[in-house]
Structures are given as structure tokens and as C-alpha cells.
């Protein structure tokens, strides 16, 4: 399995842009989680997703920030308008299920909004 | 407010002793914590977990030591390399939810 796949690798953009994120978890996985990791607060977790359905946003930091999962191969991570704070690396983990407590994660975006 | 706490940035050890990776928590709820090794330009990959209903676990040269009463764990490998240069997260999770709360992560440089 090629794991989880995660593009760009890197993204840079203006203030004001939207930005979208993307991600394609392990096949056969039910369970989605996309983190955000800085210097300041390490890996935070956004949001995360079983059976496509989100289960808890409640780290998703404002409503500039929208993430969707319309099928069980594919996710998106939207931010508009992005703003230089949101400069991060973004990551996207998917595990077999809830109950399965190992999360495989992607090789993660890079995004510098300037 | 930060329930997973890495208090050490940093950590140099000599290749072939022992290193020490420390980790506290706040949340009496938590009842499964995890390792994750983190090597840059990749994502983090799983090393070694355990159970609140356990105190020790051990996989080859790395072994996990809970303390509930403390609120604390640590990541012992032995011995040493310098390909366990990287930086180690502790995770913890529980209370009815399957969130990790990630700690801010230590950078470990194994010297040769």
C-alpha cells in the first residue's frame, strides 16, 4: 500500500487566498483525522472523520477553516481566506477505526501563507 | 492549556546509552498513551503504546514506563543509535473519545 497520500508537499500562497488541502487515506481505513503542528503547540488535531461523517471539529480554529469527506477515499481541508498565521504543517492520519488506535499519517503539507 | 506536555525540547545522547524521554499529563481520564518518532520532511510513525491497566511495555530497544499516580510516562531506548534521531511525540487519549492530544515533542540527537 502506498499509504497515505497528501498534496501539495508544499504551498505557498498570499494573504486572502484560499487554500485547499488533499488527502487520500489508506484504502480500507474508516477513519480520518487531519492535524495541524507548530513550533508553539506541537500537533493539533482539527478534525476528524469516521465513515466520512465528522465526528469532532472542535479543533478547527475559526470558520475559515472547512474540511469534507465525500467519499472513503478522499478528504479536503479548505482554508478561506487564508491568513499568515495559518502557516503550518498540515497533517492527514487515517486509522482501520475508531477502535484501532494506531493513526498512519501522510507526509504532511507545508503551507506558507505570505 | 496543554493536557500532554514534553517539558524537554531537546535531548543529545551519546550513541550506545541509554535515552530518556519524559511526558506528563493533566487529564485523569486518559487511558492509552502512544509514541510516535517523527523524522523531518516525513509524518510521524507509531513506535509503542500502552494501556493505563498496564505499567510497563517493552518492544526491542524501546520500553514505555507508566506512572498513573504521577501523571507521567517515559520513553526509554537502549541502546542508542543514530538512526533514533528524530523527534518523539507522546499521545495520550481517552475519556470516551478516541482523540490523541499530542505533546509539543522532543528532538533526540543520538551522537556517534
Not at chain 1, 30 to 58: A, C, H, K
Not at chain 1, 94 to 113: I, N
Request: aromatic residues 12%.
Amino acid at each position: 500500500d502506498a499509504g497515505v497520500i497528501q498534496s501539495p508537499r508544499h504551498e505557498v500562497t498570499e494573504m486572502g487566498q484560499e487554500v485547499t488541502l488533499r488527502c487520500k487515506p489508506i484504502s480500507g481505513h474508516n477513519s480520518l483525522f487531519w492535524y495541524r503542528q507548530t513550533m508553539m503547540r506541537g500537533l493539533e488535531l482539527l478534525i476528524y472523520f469516521n465513515n466520512n461523517v465528522p465526528i469532532d471539529d472542535s479543533g478547527m480554529p475559526e470558520d475559515r477553516f472547512s474540511a469534507k469527506m465525500p467519499n472513503a477515499s478522499f478528504s479536503t481541508l479548505k482554508i478561506q481566506p487564508s491568513e499568515p498565521r495559518d502557516s503550518a504543517v498540515y497533517f492527514c492520519a487515517s486509522s482501520a477505526g475508531l477502535s484501532s488506535y494506531e493513526q498512519y499519517f501522510g507526509p504532511g503539507t507545508r503551507l506558507t501563507v505570505t | 492549556d496543554q493536557q500532554v506536555k514534553q517539558n524537554s525540547p531537546s535531548l543529545s545522547v551519546q550513541e550506545g546509552r541509554i535515552s530518556i524521554l519524559n511526558c506528563d499529563y493533566t487529564n485523569s481520564m486518559f487511558d492509552y498513551f502512544l509514541w510516535y518518532k517523527k523524522y523531518p520532511a516525513e509524518g510521524p510513525t507509531f513506535l509503542i503504546s500502552i494501556s493505563s491497566i498496564k505499567d510497563k511495555n517493552e518492544d526491542g530497544r524501546f520500553t514505555v514506563f507508566l506512572n498513573k499516580s504521577a501523571k507521567h510516562l517515559s520513553l526509554h531506548i537502549v541502546p542508542s543509535q543514530p538512526g533514533d534521531s528524530a523527534v518523539y511525540f507522546c499521545a495520550a487519549s481517552g475519556g470516551g473519545t478516541y482523540k490523541y492530544i499530542f505533546g509539543t515533542g522532543t528532538r533526540l540527537k543520538v551522537l556517534a
